[in-house]
């Protein structure tokens, strides 16, 4: 089964079809260009573009005005906007020794 990749745009879901194909050209400039959203965003008309985990799966959430943040790992349950050092651990606020 193919995973669904999404796109939305200012909130707006995209297209599947094109979705798909956003997905394959911000593929293709990150894999020739590593870490450089801002420059895939720029390239496709938008000012910023942020991978994230959807509830479907993998998503790109694109904005015509918001302002883009560096390149950070994606963590499931996170938006792709928070770090994971950032999520609460099991631990309650024990700290190792």
């Known amino acids: 089964m193919t995973a669904k990749l999404a796109v ?22 990150m894999e020739a260009h590593k870490g450089d959203l ?7 008309g938008f000012a910023s573009v942020h991978p994230a985990v959807g509830p479907s ?15 950070r790992s994606v963590s499931s349950g996170s938006g792709g906007h ?3 050092r950032h999520k609460q651990s099991g631990s309650h606020g024990r700290r190792k020794k």
């Open 38 to 44: 801002a420059g895939f965003a720029k390239a496709e």
């Open 57 to 71: 799966g993998p998503l790109l959430v694109v904005s015509r005005t918001a302002v883009q943040a560096p390149y």
């Open 8 to 29: 939305t745009v200012d909130g707006e879901p995209m297209e599947a079809g094109s979705a798909r194909a956003f997905w394959e050209r911000f593929s293709a400039h």
């Open 82 to 84: 928070q770090s994971p």
